[in-house]
Nanobody, 114 residues
Framework: QGQLVESGGGLVQPGGSLRLSCGSSRSIFSIETMGWYRQAPGKQRELVATISPISITNYADSVKGRFTMSRDNAKNTVYLQMNSLKPEDTAVYYC????????WGQGTQVTVSS
């Protein structure tokens, strides 16, 4: 119930942009603080950004000024606009509540490489 489905990843050159989306059918989605997380090869999953039900956002220092998280509660969807991408942003990106309480989705692969 309420599976999280991430999309929008891909291969992009350094300095490029991508927009990730994450949707859920959970009826409580709109009242949850949501987060984008990422996991790079050989590393632990880390929190990238969060957004409150009223769209107050917070970002990890590593992405501040480059990434923007937003949400559309009517669509039960959160977004992550990623600009000025760097090779170190390469990872599988996931969304979940924050703190993470739901089952993880499949994620979406982001690869930044020339």
């Amino acid at each position: 119930q309420g599976q999280l489905v991430e999309s929008g990843g891909g291969l992009v050159q350094p300095g490029g942009s991508l927009r990730l989306s994450c949707g859920s059918s959970r009826s409580i989605f709109s009242i949850e603080t949501m987060g984008w997380y990422r996991q790079a090869p050989g590393k632990q999953r880390e929190l990238v950004a969060t957004i409150s039900p009223i769209s107050i956002t917070n970002y990890a220092d590593s992405v501040k000024g480059r990434f923007t998280m937003s949400r559309d509660n009517a669509k039960n969807t959160v977004y992550l606009q990623m600009n000025s991408l760097k090779p170190e942003d390469t990872a599988v990106y996931y969304c979940n509540s924050w703190p993470s309480r739901w089952s993880w989705g499949q994620g979406t692969q982001v690869t930044v490489s020339s």
